[in-house]
């Protein structure tokens, strides 16, 4: 493979939800337009996008109960984790392998996913076993089990996964950077737990997790495929008609990544250093957000033709993956960033890095840089909207981020309407006379002599 | 709803196909028309196009897969397919240094590239009406790659940084590699597709330029578009831009080193102190489709998936629910080499298992499937679960061009890629009785074990008396 896009440096826990991430600015116009995006409305108060394609018998459903794992309490990391691998072990009558067995009788798909602020269901049936599929996904919703041995068997699976990602350099190198940047709020925590925190977990605190954030209030679902608004409406009441009206989320206040300790190396016995990197961005509603997203496509965004890979892989040969992304989140919003270059030679690719933020911070990005990163952005748009599943993600997350369906028209324009002025100033904002927060997991030659300032 | 194509149509009568299954009988269901809109054509020099309409967005994919891969190396030079696959991104005397994938970026497109043993594939996706500006550059650099000493030694230094990120930084991955090389004896599958580092730090320009001019050429390609295209514009597309490039004549059938009779299962263990918890694995050689009796991939895929497949399958029922000695445990098989399969399994140890205990459990299960076969209620749910699969992932552009690009490979028609769900269904548990006997031969297998160690600091301060003892 000639590149390999990794997630970012506080990317979300799933990847699903790091799809929804790195593609939400990039969606098609010339689909959307054609695209008829209905908000339908059921008798029991649940609201719905719903894209109507009849062409083939299928349906998907994507839906975000809004919460996530920055609703775990203190002490509880990784419940909602945890509770994303309990719900199809086992609902109402049915244990955990009849209730698979059902699914895998009438070929349904069922997932779940935790990210920092939303709890992720996904359903795709064959229409003709629609009314089968979503009785099973009604049961799961309103009646899981927790199985004293299903709980133990999932709490294996999740011990065993936390200890291959203590040694997993990326993994090691995300948490980290979160733990660092986000010291004391709930997003410095980690989504999928400790081994001491998963040792003690107890159905009691699944079950207060799933009652608490599964609500009719907190609820976004879409769907798209052969089902029709009206045929729609009896199926959200079926799926969610039972659930409390109102969740009961503890708040969340907003954050801003900052680090006493700017740097920080965690050592690890491995011939090449991972490293993630990151600052605060703008939220979506700042008036900088797409200014600053454009700007980052030119920087590191835009992977293959942006400057990073120019300076870092193209030119040197430092790294084979170098990126950088910006992601809002429900409380902030992070410019991030990742490379991986062997131990001698990490110490450069992180000055490279810098001196790249602040050339863009003092000069902004060329009148062509900033006409090409718009082309990719703007052109690129209707790949993201190719098949159901995407049109689904997309739209969710797009709602998820407050935005009305019409946004899928606008969001070409949005961009089109950066100035090389608008980008200059958001470059500026971004980065100027900023720190990056920096972890780094390995053997790191040379890092002691950084110019980064330490505390 | 026919006239929109293939990716649509194709899903179509698979889902026809899978109701039937629920429901009744699929014979009438081969006559459908909707399997012969996928179409295939040879230019004069040999090039191999297929088409893949489907109209939903107006998006195009367009592939470009050499019938080349890591095992077409010679020896002393593993990774140069990898290699050059890399270095395809530089120059030709229309696109500049490094400016390719810039020139996709401008035009709204995505591309990437990607080696594997038997094949190297390079695409784009776009909108649809830059499929022509794209196939120019893909044969362009089809035959005037042009490299500089400089960029060679410099992307040698990416792939050497990718094989750290791969392989280096990841003890599941060395052992992986390590095992790969005990199962064949003789065929190159047995050495790893990036290269033995030794030799990827040596490889040259040369190396790369001759390895491209043996094997890139129009008669060693398969072009694959999937999108919002009729078959005649992609003809005259195809034709335009890579009807005038000559075919190699040297191009020859694939003969590649073939395996003896394997006689002794052999063992890898390797200590990690990054290896989390103890695992196990073991892997098998098998056939492939191309190489298997007819009908018998299709069992051993719907063998693995009882055996092994997910949470209701027999391992991971007996290993993790019923004795609970593993966090985890799966399996595959894998059908798509050129020249052999493989059957791996895996099962992670339960906090304090012994891994010889784990083992034996594992070698329980597949004792089990060799004396006793499955159910017939066991393969009816494989069947629908397999097939399911197959239907959910043609939702994915780049999925319905990959499944006919691999048959093409494979030396399959259009017509074998799509009886492939029914080919499924005709197994039947006498089948898999068969293949289980078999190919769960332990003589033709590799065992790894996976085991952590404590790392260098944590050996030190073991060793070191505690303060106040002394």
Known sequence: MRHVRRAGACGKAALFASLLVFTAFLLPA??????????????????????????????GMRFAFEGGSAQDPAGKDGVAHFLAGMLDEGAGDLDGKTFQERMEEIAMRMSFDDARDAFYGSLETLSENRDAAVALLALALSKPRFDADAVERVRGQLLAGLAYAARDPDRVATDQWNALAFSGHPYGRPTQGTQATIQKMTREDLREYWARTFAKDNLRVVVVGDIDAAALSGVLDTLFGQLPAKAQLTPVVPVQPAAAEKFKVIEMAVPQSVARFGLPAFPRSDKDFIPAFVVNTVLGGGVMSSRLWEEVREKRGLAYSVHTNIQPYDQTCVFSGGVATKNEEIANSLDLIRAEIKRIAAEGPTEKELRDAKDYLTGSFALRFDSNAKIANQLLWFWQEGLDPGYVDRRNAEIEAVTLTDAKRAAKRLFEGRDLIVTVVGRPKGLAANPQPRG | MLQSGLCRSTLLFTLTFVLAMFTATIDTLKASPAVSSVTEFKLDNGLQVIVVPDHRAPVVTHYVWYRVGSADETAGVSGVAHFLEHLMFKSTDKIASGAFSKIIAKLGGQDNAFTNYDVTGYYQRIAKDRLKTVMEMEADRMVNLRLTE??????????????????????SAIL?????????????????????????????????????KRFYAPNNAIVVVAGDVSVDEVRNL??????????????????????????????VELKDPRAGNASVRRYYLTPSISTAAPGEAEALYLMMKIAANGSTSRLYQKLVSEEKIASSAGGWYSGSGLDSGSIGIYAVAAEGVDLGKLEAAMDGVLHELREKGVTEGELDRAKKAFIAEFVYESDSQSALARRYAEGALLGQTIEQVNDFPAAIARVTVADIARVAAKHLDIRNSVTGTLIPVPSEPEREAALKPEAGKL
């Open chain 2, 150 to 171: 400089r960029e060679v030694a410099t992307e040698r230094e990416v792939i050497l940084e990718e094989r750290r990120s791969r392989t280096e930084n990841n003890p």
């Open chain 1, 30 to 59: 010339s689909r959307a337009e054609a695209m008829n995006i209905q908000v339908v409305k059921s008798p029991g108060g649940i609201t719905a996008w719903l894209v109507e394609e009849h062409s083939v018998p299928l349906i």
């Open chain 2, 176 to 212: 992986s590699e390590q095992m790969s090389a005990a199962l064949y004896q003789n065929h190159p599958y047995r050495i790893p597709i990036i290269g033995w580092m030794h030799e990827m730090a040596k490889l040259s320009r040369e190396d790369a330029m001759s390895f491209y």
């Open chain 2, 238 to 267: 195809a034709q335009a831009a890579y009807g005038s490039l000559k075919p190699n004549p040297d191009i020859k059938e694939r003969v590649r080193p073939q395996e003896p009779p394997h006689r002794a299962p052999r063992r």
